[in-house]
C-alpha cells in the first residue's frame, strides 16, 4: 500500500510541475509576441533627478515606440528620461 501511495505522489507532482512550466512559457511568449507587435505600447518613463510618469506610443513595435517617446521627451528638453517598456495595449 505504502508503494503505491509514494507512486501516486510522484505522478501528482510530475504534473503540477508540468502545469507549471506551462502556464510560465505561455505568459512569457506573450510578452515577447507584444513586443515586437505594432500598435500602442505603455512606457514606465524613468527621469533621473525629476518625476517619473507612465506614458503610451505607438510604433512598429515597442522599440520602434521607445525611440519616438525618447526623442519627444528629448525635444521637450527632458533629455535624462527613459521610457522603459512595460506592455502593449491591446486596441
Not at 510578452?31 to 510604433?59: L, M, N, P, R
Not at 521607445?66 to 521637450?76: F, G, R, S
Request: hydrophobic share 45%; charged share 15%.
Amino acid at each position: 500500500m505504502a508503494p503505491m501511495r509514494v507512486i501516486v505522489a510522484v505522478v501528482g507532482a510530475i504534473i503540477f510541475v508540468v502545469a507549471g512550466v506551462a502556464v510560465a512559457a505561455n505568459v512569457f511568449s506573450n510578452q515577447q509576441v507584444d513586443f515586437f507587435a505594432s500598435g500602442t505600447h505603455q512606457f514606465y518613463v524613468w527621469c533621473a533627478g525629476g518625476k517619473d510618469y507612465i506614458a503610451t506610443e505607438t510604433g512598429n513595435n515597442a522599440e520602434d515606440a521607445q525611440i519616438k517617446l525618447y526623442n519627444e521627451n528629448k525635444t521637450k528638453g527632458r533629455s535624462r528620461c527613459w521610457p522603459v517598456w512595460q506592455a502593449r495595449i491591446a486596441g
